[in-house]
C-alpha cells in the first residue's frame, strides 16, 4: 500500500512509498482503511523533530476511516464500522482517566514507539500513535471511536484533531460565557475551529488576529466579530474594550512573542490559553511580578481539555445543529501521493485545511 514518511528528522519534505504493509495486527487491535486526513502544523513539527518520535515514520494524524478487522476482545467495533481516529485514547485505568481528563492519558503516546508498518525490511512507526498518511493502519483498539452515519468522513477527520482542539480550547479549557469578548491569535485550522467555539459559546466579540489577510478573510467567514493584523491588535484592545482587554485570549500559534501578545492582550483576572505547541527551547515571556499582580490566568489546552470522546460527541450535537460548519475548513483536498504539495499549501498560508483522501 501507499504511505508517506520521513526517515529522519530535519526533512522537509515526505517520502512517498507504494510498498508498505502494516503489521501487528492481533487481538485488541484494529485494522482502518483511512478514508481521509487532513493535514495539521504538528505534522510539519513530527517533520522537525520539534514533536520527538522514533524514525522512520508514517506521518499523519487527524483522520477517519472504516474498520477492514477486528482483533480478539474487540467490542465497541465490527468490521464495515466508521471510525474517527482519535490519536489520545483513553486507557480507562490511570488518575487522569479516572477523573474525567482522557486528553492527558498518556497510553496513546506509547503506541507512537512500537512498530506499525514494514517496508523494504525496514520497521516503519506511526506518528502520534496514528500513521494516518497510509492506506490503512492497524491501531490498537481504543484509537478507533465509532463515527455516526451523519457525519462525513472529512468532518469526522477534523474532529480528530484540529476542530476538537480549538472548539475545546474556547469551550472547556477557556470556558468562555454568554457576552464575554474574545480573541484568537493564530488563523489556522485551530485557530478558526477556536473562533467557531467562541461563537457556540455566546461571545460577544470574537476578534481574529492573523497576519495573512486570506486567514483574517477566514476567520470572519466562520464567526470573527473583527479581524486584524498582528499590528493592529493594541488598536483593537483600546477601540474594542476601553483599554481593559479581553476576557480570554487563544494562542494558537506556539511562539513566544505570540504568547507575549496574548498575554498583554488579556485583561486583568482574565484568561490567556495556550493552544500552539512550542519547543523545548521557548521560554514562557512572562515575570513573576506582572502574573501575580495581573491576576491572569495561563491556561494550556491539550486537545480540547476535557475527555475527548466528550468533547467528540458536543462538536457532533453542534454541528447536526447547524451551529458549525466544518466541511467549509477543507480548501484544498488531494490524494495521498500529493501530500507535498498539500504540505506547500500549507506552509504558504493558501490553505485553511488541506484533505488527504484515499479513493
Known amino acids: 500500500m501507499l504511505a508517506a514518511l520521513i526517515t529522519a528528522p530535519g526533512q522537509d519534505k515526505?517520502?512517498?512509498?507504494?510498498?508498505?504493509?502494516?503489521?501487528?495486527?492481533?487481538?485488541?487491535?484494529?485494522?482502518?482503511?483511512?478514508?481521509?486526513?487532513?493535514?495539521?502544523?504538528?505534522?510539519?513539527s513530527g517533520m522537525s523533530g520539534k514533536i520527538p518520535g522514533p524514525a522512520p515514520l508514517v506521518l499523519g494524524h487527524e483522520g477517519a476511516g472504516q474498520v477492514l478487522e477486528v482483533g480478539d476482545g474487540v467490542t465497541h467495533v465490527?468490521?464495515?464500522?466508521?471510525?474517527?481516529?482519535?490519536?489520545?485514547?483513553?486507557?480507562g485505568r490511570c488518575p487522569h482517566c479516572r477523573i474525567g481528563e482522557s486528553n492527558l492519558c498518556d497510553s496513546g503516546s506509547q503506541a507512537?514507539?512500537?512498530?506499525?508498518?514494514?517496508?523494504?525490511?525496514?520497521?516503519?512507526y506511526r506518528f502520534m500513535g496514528a500513521g494516518t498518511f497510509a492506506e490503512e493502519v492497524v491501531l490498537d483498539a481504543g484509537f478507533a471511536v465509532p463515527l455516526p452515519d451523519d457525519v462525513s468522513y472529512e468532518a469526522a477527520?477534523?474532529?480528530?484533531?484540529?476542530?476538537?482542539?480549538?472548539?475545546?480550547?474556547?469551550?472547556?479549557?477557556?470556558g468562555v460565557k454568554p457576552g464575554e469578548n474574545v480573541a484568537v491569535i493564530g488563523c489556522g485550522g485551530v485557530g478558526i475551529s477556536a473562533v467557531m467555539g467562541a461563537k457556540a459559546a455566546g461571545a460577544?466579540?470574537?476578534?481574529?488576529?492573523?497576519?495573512?489577510?486570506r486567514r483574517r478573510d477566514w476567520a470572519r467567514d466562520f464567526g470573527a466579530t473583527?479581524?486584524?493584523?498582528?499590528?493592529?491588535?493594541?488598536?483593537?484592545?483600546?477601540?474594542?474594550?476601553?483599554?481593559?482587554?479581553?476576557?480570554?485570549?487563544?494562542?494558537?500559534?506556539?511562539?513566544?512573542?505570540?504568547v507575549r501578545s496574548a498575554y498583554e492582550a488579556a485583561r486583568r483576572g482574565g484568561t490567556m490559553?495556550?493552544?500552539?505547541?512550542?519547543?523545548?527551547?521557548?521560554?514562557?515571556?512572562?515575570?513573576?511580578l506582572e502574573l501575580f499582580v495581573?491576576?491572569?490566568?495561563?491556561?494550556?489546552?491539550?486537545?480540547?481539555?476535557?475527555?475527548?470522546?466528550?468533547?467528540?460527541?458536543?462538536?457532533?450535537?453542534?454541528?447536526?445543529?447547524?451551529?458549525?460548519?466544518?466541511?467549509?475548513?477543507?480548501?484544498?483536498?488531494?490524494?495521498?501521493a500529493q501530500v507535498n504539495d498539500a504540505l506547500d499549501l500549507m506552509r504558504t498560508g493558501e490553505a485553511l485545511r488541506v484533505m488527504l483522501t484515499n479513493d
Not at 17 to 29: H, I, N, S
Open 14 to 44: 515526505l517520502e512517498i512509498r507504494d510498498a508498505v504493509e502494516a503489521t501487528g495486527f492481533g487481538p485488541g487491535k484494529v485494522r482502518v482503511a483511512i478514508k481521509a486526513t487532513g493535514l495539521c502544523h504538528s505534522d510539519l
Open 78 to 91: 465490527r468490521p464495515g464500522d466508521r471510525v474517527i481516529v482519535n490519536w489520545r485514547p483513553a486507557c
Open 112 to 124: 507512537m514507539r512500537v512498530p506499525a508498518f514494514t517496508s523494504r525490511g525496514t520497521d516503519l
Open 157 to 174: 477527520a477534523l474532529i480528530g484533531c484540529g476542530v476538537t482542539t480549538g472548539i475545546g480550547a474556547a469551550i472547556n479549557s477557556s
Open 204 to 213: 460577544a466579540q470574537i476578534v481574529a488576529v492573523d497576519p495573512v489577510a
Open 226 to 258: 473583527t479581524a486584524v493584523a498582528p499590528d493592529e491588535l493594541a488598536g483593537a484592545v483600546a477601540d474594542l474594550t476601553g483599554g481593559l482587554g479581553f476576557d480570554h485570549v487563544i494562542e494558537a500559534v506556539g511562539r513566544p512573542g505570540t
Open 273 to 288: 490559553c495556550l493552544v500552539g505547541v512550542g519547543g523545548f527551547e521557548d521560554m514562557l515571556p512572562v515575570n513573576l
Open 294 to 336: 495581573s491576576a491572569k490566568r495561563i491556561v494550556p489546552s491539550v486537545y480540547g481539555g476535557d475527555d475527548v470522546t466528550r468533547t467528540y460527541d458536543r462538536i457532533i450535537g453542534l454541528l447536526r445543529a447547524g451551529r458549525i460548519d466544518l466541511e467549509a475548513l477543507v480548501t484544498h483536498r488531494l490524494p495521498l
